[in-house]
């Protein structure tokens, strides 16, 4: 069977393979145990990897709409009919006024909300390209590293490119960087830079992982440093 069936095995198992293409490699998964183990394991690694970036809605949403609602009455939209008092009309204008002064501030704050997600979305499209590219490499693993704390972390990664991703990690003080490390013997190799947004990351390595042993990720100095100076966040081996 030609190698090319056996590389449809990341793509089909995220779910991108076209009609036929799909067709075609489930009639070769059905006998082919080597194909039928990796997809499952990068089903699990993907499973994984969304569960790190997944982001919840923040924690006081609910209580603020319930508060809106309970302080709202409930009113007809038609404007009270002139009963000769120009004080009440007066007063329903300026109530009707200050509903849609708070409504366009509302408005406002959730188009600047939008448009900071989208950038985020966008960031995420981008990390997310990066892990595809690895698990399309063919000869894919993931490990789970051990971390400090309530942080988490894996590495996805192939012969000549890796991809980590964190979620949980603790916000940086100052210009501190997390780096990354691939470990040869005892020789660590800066394999990159990066900072967190709200806890989360998905960073490629840099270098091939491809001989190391293990990879670490450590808190640095600005700019990293050459050779690993600061704690040890997270730590695991690469197996063979």
């Known amino acids: 069977m030609s190698a090319e069936v056996h590389a449809l095995a990341g ?8 009609e036929d293409e799909r067709a075609f490699f489930e009639r070769h998964l059905a006998a082919c145990e080597p ?3 990796e997809v499952r394991e990068l089903r699990a690694t993907a499973a994984l990897l969304g ?7 923040p924690a006081d949403l609910r209580d603020r709409v319930l508060a809106a609602a309970h302080g709202t009455r409930q009113q007809s939209p038609h404007l009270p009919r002139s009963t000769g008092r120009p004080g009440r009309l007066r007063t329903a204008l300026s109530a009707v006024a200050a509903v849609l002064v708070v409504a366009a501030t509302g408005l406002g704050v959730v188009a600047a909300r939008l448009q900071d997600r989208v950038e985020e979305l ?7 390209r990066a892990v595809v590219r690895v698990l399309q490499a063919g000869e894919t693993r993931s490990e789970r590293l051990t971390t400090r704390g309530a942080a988490r972390a894996q590495v996805v990664w192939s012969p000549r490119s ?3 991703v964190a979620s949980r990690l603790p916000e940086l003080p100052g210009g501190s960087v997390y780096q990354l490390w691939l470990i040869r013997g005892r020789r660590p190799a800066p394999a990159g830079t990066f900072r967190p947004e709200d806890g989360r990351a ?12 293990a990879v670490a990720m450590t808190v640095e100095p600005p700019g990293g440093s050459p050779a690993p100076t600061g704690d040890v966040v997270a730590e695991g081996p690469l197996g063979t």
């Open 202 to 213: 998905i960073v490629g390595l840099q270098g091939r992982p491809a001989g190391a042993d």
């Open 11 to 18: 793509p089909y198992a995220l779910n991108a393979l076209p």
């Open 162 to 164: 890796a991809v980590l």
């Open 35 to 37: 194909c039928q183990r």
């Open 51 to 57: 569960d790190a970036i997944a982001e919840e809605p």
């Open 122 to 128: 966008e960031a995420q499209v981008q990390a997310s």
